[in-house]
């Protein structure tokens, strides 16, 4: 079985914004010599979730885990993403799909930002 990760983000008019998810993907690519690692956005950049597994399919993929890039499982992730999950499954049934959780609501993404807040208020 060849596992891709797409880290899925929600994307902005403002090409820069997408810097700090770069380098995220470039640190589990990093990590991760093996395994394909591609950036996805919701809205607004390219390419979408659905362009994304696309091309890590026809690479070979035949099990694609979607990382949400989100603080919180807002509206996106309840209902958007999971119909989004249900679209590709049904266009590539041989194809097995998995979504996380915003990585956000992840311990050691909170402690991360905990630590850091604590750091740049300089306490």
């Not at 060849?2 to 995220?24: K, S």
């Not at 990093?30 to 390219?46: D, I, K, N, W």
């Not at 807002?74 to 958007?80: A, P, R, S, T, Y």
């Amino acid at each position: 079985m060849t596992t891709a990760l797409i880290l899925f983000a929600h994307g902005a008019r403002d090409p820069e914004w997408a810097n700090p998810m770069r380098r995220v993907q470039a640190a589990v690519r990093q990590r991760m010599t093996g395994v394909p690692v591609e950036l996805a956005f919701l809205e607004f950049m390219a390419p979408t979730l659905p362009d994304c597994a696309a091309g890590l399919i026809a690479q070979g993929a035949d099990r694609v885990v979607v990382m949400p890039m989100f603080v919180a499982r807002g509206g996106h992730l309840k209902k958007e993403t999971p119909e989004m999950i249900e679209a590709l499954r049904s266009t590539y049934p041989n194809v097995e799909f998995s979504l996380g959780n915003a990585i956000g609501e992840h311990e050691l993404v909170v402690q991360a930002m905990a630590t850091a807040a604590l750091e740049v208020a300089g306490l």
